[in-house]
């Protein structure tokens, strides 16, 4: 039946025919639906041979009629230029004689014997072969032939393979049955489809008559052939989805049936399979519906197993929820009841993208066109959408809680296009004189109390502008990393104390907590201090030479009384919590496997069953896999070792690409202003000031809405995914795939 339906589709497609949409019910069986497929497929087979039969007929009758043209032409001139000649030859004197007269003229004309009987063959050949027709035939008779080959001025179709072909006419006199027989055995080489020409003019034009009304007349019975076919393809159509609906439904429930297993008894279907612990109520009711449904005599049973198979994930999602439960999904599928990052995903991510896309106009456009996908869901959902578009359209929500961080973040960072505004109250900061209105801060006076929200619009011009948003970004970005990354090693407490992995717990959370807030975690303490106190300390210097020279005096770097005893204390647990992440661990992990096993070795008896030894010779198999290798373990402990201690660094310092898209993106904003719509509004001429506003808002749109958008979001992407997820997200699971009509659409597409 599938293969039915994919003839009529294919039918469909080439005859321009679309499918209804909707689907409605269907009141024939599935039995009576496959009998009436077969009809109509058998119906359709019919009108397709014979149209194609007639179409090939036709397209041999315009070949034909094109042959009896061409060649019609051919000899029409040889006639005329026959006479013309016999005429001058009569005009000539008996006794005299010209070059171009024939030597033995005078025996021909007395002589009927010695004149030669021509034969001639006409048709069409492809015009890329012409030449190699033309010599083939002349090598293979020696000679003794006479062609004449005219163009074709327009593309002929082919009768046996349907398509257009450029093809010449040719016309071909030759003497014998021998060079009869090669020129025909040629012409089936060359494809050249050949065409009976009458000699008699009377003859000629009967014959064009004649193949003129056969050909209109097979034109008309095409034609009432093909609205036959369309009409069909048209009933077809109109119920084809219903139809595939029903076919992919059973062609499913077949595939489902066929996984099954039968009893012992042969008398019943034993299915073994996974469903979510709320949804128990909800199978066996359906199960008895079926079973009053189908008027069986026997009900169905629904039975909990206990199994030591890991069981598939399965996170309730809704249309909100479920594309940033996509974003983790992409990384890998959470264990069974491993902690899912997505719960975290939904605000850290937009908002790590907002931290670099930090503009409150921006956002507002993104806003703007994320609302417009939203308001209209219902419509889009029902159409076929392109790659990108169906991309942003799955991801709306996604865009949506990105643009409300931008627009937040874009309002602390005090940028509306790279424009500051006095939004929650006068600058707090002015002039001391008139001159200093270029100057860094030192020319400036405070006059009032600090902004209450985001960075002071002052900054905004001023020649400190750069060095100060550098380092507020960058303390900005640090913070928010080491943030970040001990959610992540928190989170992989709860995933150890769930498991109820207590070496995990002991030997893996706390000494990573230790290491990473020893080195960055009192980095992060430090610039809290600085920026409470205000203190000019070089943190640069404080962190290196906390390692080089870690008993020197800090001097006008220390930030407060003990910091020395401090750095000390810091690193040395820093150093100590290397070798507890690595050394107790695989041999932990040797002890327990020690203590599971101990005393379970069995040895067969003599007077087993079969049956018994081939159970326990599985189990046997089953415990040589478990094999403990301690070495295995350790290099493993190893790496993981090294890669978190690498990683702490290495991951702290990719947290900085918060602060340099960031500072990009407010750079590439602010030359767009002031380099293109500022310059171009100073000329006093406005096609220049219409041509700056489109440069303004292709490039906005094109640069920072889209190219800028993207960077941040596969920044983010990634940010979550290493930086993030590496610290307690195995992700090593499988994902619950249920049984559902649903899926049916989606896998056609």
């Known amino acids: 039946?599938?293969?039915?339906?994919?003839?009529?589709?294919?039918?469909?497609?080439?005859?321009?025919?679309?499918?209804?949409?909707?689907?409605?019910?269907?009141?024939?069986?599935?039995?009576?639906?496959?009998?009436?497929?077969?009809?109509?497929?058998?119906?359709?087979?019919?009108?397709?041979?014979?149209?194609?039969?007639?179409?090939?007929?036709?397209?041999?009758?315009?070949?034909?009629?094109?042959?009896?043209?061409?060649?019609?032409?051919?000899?029409?001139?040889?006639?005329?230029?026959?006479?013309?000649?016999?005429?001058?030859?009569?005009?000539?004197?008996?006794?005299?004689?010209?070059?171009?007269?024939?030597?033995?003229?005078?025996?021909?004309?007395?002589?009927?014997?010695?004149?030669?009987?021509?034969?001639?063959?006409?048709?069409?050949?492809?015009?890329?072969?012409?030449?190699?027709?033309?010599?083939?035939?002349?090598?293979?008779?020696?000679?003794?032939?006479?062609?004449?080959?005219?163009?074709?001025?327009?593309?002929?179709?082919?009768?046996?393979?349907?398509?257009?072909?450029?093809?010449?006419?040719?016309?071909?006199?030759?003497?014998?049955?021998?060079?009869?027989?090669?020129?025909?055995?040629?012409?089936?080489?060359?494809?050249?489809?050949?065409?009976?020409?009458?000699?008699?003019?009377?003859?000629?034009?009967?014959?064009?008559?004649?193949?003129?009304?056969?050909?209109?007349?097979?034109?008309?019975?095409?034609?009432?052939?093909?609205?036959?076919?369309?009409?069909?393809?048209?009933?077809?159509?109109?119920?084809?989805?219903?139809?595939?609906?029903?076919?992919?439904?059973?062609?499913?429930?077949?595939?489902?049936?066929?996984?099954?297993?039968?009893?012992?008894?042969?008398?019943?279907?034993?299915?073994?399979?996974?469903?979510?612990?709320?949804?128990?109520?909800?199978?066996?009711?359906?199960?008895?519906?079926?079973?009053?449904?189908?008027?069986?005599?026997?009900?169905?049973?629904?039975?909990?197993?206990?199994?030591?198979?890991?069981?598939?994930?399965?996170?309730?999602?809704?249309?909100?929820?479920?594309?940033?439960?996509?974003?983790?999904?992409?990384?890998?599928?959470?264990?069974?009841?491993?902690?899912?990052?997505?719960?975290f995903t939904i605000v850290t991510f937009p908002f790590l993208f907002a931290v670099m896309f930090g503009d409150w106009g921006h956002g507002i456009c993104i806003l703007v066109a994320t609302l417009y996908l939203i308001i209209r869901e219902k419509k889009f959902a029902s159409q076929k959408l392109g790659d990108i578009m169906e991309m942003m359209f799955g991801g709306r929500y996604v865009i949506m809680m990105m643009a409300l961080f931008s627009i937040y973040t874009g309002l602390i960072y005090n940028e509306f296009f790279s424009v500051p505004f006095e939004l929650f109250g006068k600058s707090s900061y002015a002039c001391h004189d008139p001159s200093c209105g270029d100057a860094a801060t030192e020319g400036l006076l405070k006059v009032r109390r600090t902004y209450p929200f985001g960075v002071d619009p002052v900054w905004h011009g001023s020649r400190s502008e750069l060095p100060f948003l550098n380092s507020l970004k960058m303390k900005m970005s640090i913070l928010l990393g080491v943030a970040q990354m001990n959610l992540g090693i928190v989170i992989s407490y709860f995933n150890a104390k769930f498991f109820r992995n207590s070496v995990n717990v002991w030997y893996q959370f706390i000494p990573q907590l230790i290491f990473l807030n020893s080195l960055f975690g009192y980095l992060s303490v430090l610039i809290i201090i600085k920026w409470c106190t205000g203190a000019k300390a070089d943190l640069y210097h404080t962190m290196i030479y906390m390692f080089l020279s870690p008993t020197d005096e800090l001097g006008e770097n220390q930030l407060f009384p003990g910091q020395k005893t401090v750095q000390l204390v810091l690193l040395l647990l820093a150093l100590v919590s290397v070798p507890w992440m690595l050394i107790p661990k695989p041999f932990f992990l040797k002890m327990e496997h020690e203590r599971r096993h101990q005393g379970q070795q069995y040895a067969m008896l003599q007077s087993a069953d079969d049956s018994v030894v081939a159970e326990l010779g599985d189990h046997d198999d089953t415990n040589h896999h478990e094999e403990f290798e301690f070495s295995e373990v350790f290099v493993h402990q190893l790496i993981h070792t090294i890669e978190f201690v690498l990683g702490a660094v290495s991951n702290t310092a990719s947290y900085l690409r918060l602060w340099a898209l960031s500072l990009a993106h407010s750079e590439l904003s602010s030359v767009f202003y002031d380099k293109v719509l500022l310059l171009s509004w100073g000329y006093n001429n406005i096609l220049i000031r219409i041509i700056g506003i489109a440069v303004f808002i292709a490039a906005t749109v094109g640069v920072l809405l889209v190219m800028e958008t993207l960077s941040a979001f596969l920044h983010a992407l990634r940010l979550h995914w290493v930086e993030f997820q590496n610290k307690f997200y195995e992700g090593d699971g499988y994902k619950f795939a249920p049984f559902s009509f649903a899926l049916i659409s989606e896998e056609e597409d």
Not at 217 to 239: F, P, Q, V, Y
């Open 1 to 343: 039946m599938a293969r039915k339906l994919r003839f009529f589709k294919e039918q469909m497609s080439k005859a321009g025919i679309s499918t209804s949409a909707q689907l409605t019910e269907i009141s024939l069986d599935f039995d009576d639906l496959e009998i009436k497929l077969g009809e109509l497929e058998a119906e359709l087979a019919e009108v397709n041979a014979n149209n194609e039969k007639l179409q090939r007929t036709h397209n041999e009758l315009l070949e034909y009629s094109t042959v009896l043209q061409k060649a019609g032409e051919f000899f029409y001139s040889a006639q005329r230029s026959a006479a013309a000649q016999q005429r001058e030859m009569e005009a000539n004197q008996p006794g005299e004689s010209s070059l171009e007269s024939p030597l033995l003229e005078q025996d021909m004309l007395t002589d009927a014997s010695k004149q030669v009987k021509l034969g001639s063959l006409s048709g069409l050949v492809p015009k890329e072969k012409a030449m190699a027709f033309e010599r083939i035939l002349f090598r293979a008779t020696r000679g003794n032939i006479f062609l004449r080959q005219e163009s074709v001025d327009e593309p002929v179709t082919d009768p046996v393979s349907g398509e257009k072909v450029a093809k010449n006419a040719f016309v071909i006199f030759y003497s014998g049955d021998r060079a009869k027989a090669k020129i025909l055995k040629i012409c089936d080489a060359f494809n050249a489809n050949r065409y009976p020409f009458p000699e008699d003019v009377a003859r000629q034009l009967h014959t064009v008559q004649e193949v003129s009304a056969k050909i209109s007349e097979l034109k008309a019975t095409i034609d009432m052939g093909l609205a036959h076919r369309d009409n069909i393809l048209k009933n077809i159509a109109s119920e084809f989805d219903n139809w595939n609906s029903l076919a992919n439904k059973e062609k499913l429930i077949y595939h489902t049936l066929n996984m099954l297993s039968v009893d012992v008894t042969k008398k019943c279907l034993v299915g073994e399979g996974w469903s979510p612990v709320f949804a128990t109520t909800q199978i066996q009711d359906a199960l008895q519906r079926a079973t009053l449904d189908s008027k069986s005599q026997v009900g169905s049973i629904f039975q909990v197993l206990n199994t030591t198979e890991s069981p598939p994930t399965y996170f309730r999602t809704n249309k909100f929820t479920s594309a940033f439960q996509e974003i983790v999904d992409a990384y890998g599928i959470a264990k069974y009841q491993e902690a899912n990052p997505g719960v």
